[in-house]
């Protein structure tokens, strides 16, 4: 009889890739994907546990899975195997089935790569009692959507910075790279399945370090030019190379050169920032100045004037004051982004932070957050709206959401654009004069 399985993915690209890599060994099983839970045999909650948002939206599921389940022994159907993984799971690990009994299998960070025995267990009819915790992270070799254009490849794993808000660190574990010699081996599987544009994929993919047998050593940028040199040689079906996340302290001078060199790789940088002040700064442990992190802003516009930048700004970090919070505002102007992820301080227990004296009431953080995404909104229309009359290369990405008649793609800084076009188009790259601005998203035609 067909077996149904069915994914649910909260949080980060990574969650992404992971779950994408987990529905491969589905596939290889012979194993069909269901359009909802209601109908899956095997469902697969892949959580985030990086705001506190996250872990409540997953625990108001599990309140329907119960029900879901209720439903079905009262219609005498086969109950369904639910079975939660990613950093919640790590979390909170035997606890979660404890809470949750609805929950069959909880499996960490480190358990990933046993998926196949639970599989097996599955297909079996029977029950796997213990899942062990193996002491260094897997990469699974291929991280592919089957049908995608888009793919994600993890390069790196964990991180040892311990930003004092940030749980990553205890529930992904400490940084780990992956062999280079792996990665080509996946863009090589991933030209095979015609994919036009990759995302490297670390918690802090500028720390990714290999040593080699001889030991010689591959860092960043050096993984950069020969995944870039590799795709040229090899005539790949790749044309993009995207990268996340960025730590500011680690971005180097040799990265930029790299990407100035090296069409492929995509004029954009998301840099997190997360913060305008240097008091604040050094209280989040991110191991750099408000001075520094605008020296490197400036080294990146000398080299790549044509890139984009976008950060991330979190507001209300214990003992802000006033003139912390005024720090942001000016940082903001300063740098002129074309995009930020804008959030207000949200304690996680297990946390420095959490403990930290001079907690800033909701109400402060949210009127902060607020000013912060208005100034934020104005930069973006003011930077993007200089970039209207040029004509740029664009991936069309899917069907307009708003007219069936149009194409929604994305440029190489990241920007959405739509034009009068056929969806026989969707997967290639076009070129795109931009037109006008609405919103956030250019209006265009095709060159």
């Known amino acids: 009889m067909e077996k149904r399985y069915f994914f649910e993915t909260y949080g980060c690209q990574m969650n992404k890739a992971e779950s994408a890599s987990i529905e491969q060994l589905f596939i290889d099983r012979g194993w069909t994907e269901s359009a909802d839970a209601e109908t899956a045999d095997c469902i697969v909650i892949n959580t985030c546990s990086v705001r506190e948002t996250a872990e409540t939206r997953i625990h108001g599921r599990f309140g329907w899975f119960v029900s879901e389940q209720k439903r079905r022994r009262k219609a005498k159907l086969d109950p369904f195997t639910l079975i939660v993984t990613g950093c919640m799971a790590e979390r909170l690990k035997d606890d979660m089935k404890k809470q949750f009994p609805v929950v069959d299998y909880v499996v960490g960070t480190f358990q990933k790569q046993h998926f196949m025995d639970i599989i097996d267990a599955l297909e079996a009819g029977r029950k796997l009692e213990k899942i062990e915790e193996d002491p260094v992270y897997t990469f699974a070799p291929l991280s592919y959507e089957k049908g995608a254009f888009q793919a994600f490849v993890p390069i790196m794993h964990g991180c040892n910075n311990f930003c004092t808000y940030c749980i990553v660190p205890y529930v992904r574990g400490r940084e780990i790279s ?50 870039a040199t590799h795709l040229r040689e090899t005539g790949s079906s790749i044309g993009w190379v995207r990268f996340m996340s960025s730590h500011p302290k680690d971005i ?196």
């Open 178 to 227: 992956r062999n280079p010699k792996d990665i080509i081996t996946e863009l090589d599987q991933l030209n095979l399945r015609k994919v036009r544009e990759i995302t490297l994929l670390g918690q802090n993919v500028n720390s990714y370090h290999w040593e080699f047998e001889d030991g010689s050593v591959m860092d960043f940028p050096q993984l950069m030019q020969m995944i």
């Open 252 to 447: 180097s001078p040799a990265l930029i050169d790299v990407m100035a060199k090296e069409r492929v790789l995509c004029r954009h940088i998301h840099l997190p920032v997360q913060h305008g002040s240097t008091k604040v700064l050094k209280e989040m442990n991110r191991r750099y100045t408000r001075e520094d992190y605008l020296a490197k802003v400036a080294m990146i516009r000398e080299k790549l004037p044509d890139a984009s930048l976008t950060t991330d700004i979190m507001l209300g970090f214990p003992g802000e004051t006033e003139e912390d919070f005024n720090d942001c505002m000016t940082l903001l102007e300063e740098v002129k982004y074309e995009a930020a992820f804008m959030y207000y301080y949200n304690p996680r227990e297990g946390t420095k932070a959490c403990s930290m004296p001079d907690q800033i009431p909701v109400e402060v953080k949210k009127e902060r957050l607020q000013k912060v995404i208005d100034l934020q909104l104005e930069i973006n229309r003011r930077e993007m709206a200089k970039r209207v009359g040029t004509t740029v290369t664009a991936l069309v990405e899917c069907v307009s959401h708003n007219n069936e008649d149009e194409m929604l793609a994305r440029t190489e800084q990241d920007e959405h654009v739509v034009f009068p076009a056929d969806k026989s188009l969707i997967g290639q790259f076009v070129q795109v004069e931009l037109l006008e601005l609405t919103g956030n998203t250019f209006r265009g035609t095709m060159k």
